[in-house]
């Protein structure tokens, strides 16, 4: 089975521009997250989506922030304008539902060097 | 504000040697969630813990859940090397947040040969 794609692995850019990050989760997961990692912090929920709606969004900076996942499967994340405290590793997750008690399967992570 | 507070933060042991880290909460889980993240990684899930009191094994790893769905610990026997990376616990929320996790910041574990 394979696992969580995310793309790209690494990103630099200059404040004030924008980025995308994708996710692919794991083939029939109708829940999927996006987590912010900051160096040091542990993962922080930035939206839930279950299919393709969004469960929780209270975390998303939407000022910047957007995310949509098409037709309940792939998700893009994106930031626009970066500042310089986005820079962080951002996570995918799914899971195969939202009953309680679900295992989530991470990505790899994109590294986001805002400079 | 982290709602689950990890300790120590930071654990550098020899090889052979054991540790414990600790996952504290003032709130109530469904479920309890342990991972280890290496560098460059995404955190890869160890165990999940459901029921208060529960103990799970996993070769020389113990993961414990209190009897109230507020706390855990993970006990590594005679770590070794393979053992280093940073150690998350996540708390999955109850009822109407099932699905919902809240991370701890993290135990970082070194081991030494």
């Known amino acids: 089975e394979a696992g969580v794609a995310q793309s790209p692995r690494y990103k630099i850019i200059e404040k004030r521009q924008s980025v995308a990050f994708w996710c692919n989760p794991i083939s029939g997961h109708a829940t999927l997250y996006w987590y912010q990692q900051i160096l040091g912090q542990g993962p922080k929920l930035l939206i839930q989506f279950q299919n393709n709606g969004v469960v929780d969004d209270s975390q998303l900076p939407k000022d910047r922030f957007s995310a949509e996942r098409l037709k309940g499967v792939d998700s893009t994340l994106k930031i626009q304008p970066a500042k310089l405290e986005d820079s962080a590793v951002y996570l995918c997750?799914?899971?195969?539902?939202?009953?309680?008690?679900?295992?989530?399967?991470f990505g790899p992570g994109t590294r986001l060097l805002v400079l | 504000t982290q709602l689950l507070e990890q300790s120590p933060q930071f654990l550098s042991i020899q090889e052979g040697e054991n540790l414990t880290v600790y996952c504290n909460s003032s709130s109530v889980f469904s479920s309890l969630q342990w991972y280890r993240q290496e560098p460059g990684e995404g955190p890869v899930l160890l165990v999940t813990v459901v029921t208060g009191g529960e103990v799970k094994k996993l070769k020389r790893l113990t993961f414990q859940f209190g009897d109230a769905r507020k706390d855990s610990s993970l006990h590594i026997t005679a770590a070794q090397p393979g053992d280093t990376g940073l150690y998350l616990c996540?708390?999955?929320?109850?009822?109407?947040?099932?699905?919902?996790?809240?991370f701890g910041a993290g135990t970082q574990v070194v081991v030494t040969p």
């Open positions: 997750a799914s899971s195969l539902v939202r009953t309680g008690k679900e295992t989530q399967y």
């Open positions: 996540a708390g999955e929320g109850t009822t109407d947040s099932w699905g919902k996790f809240q």
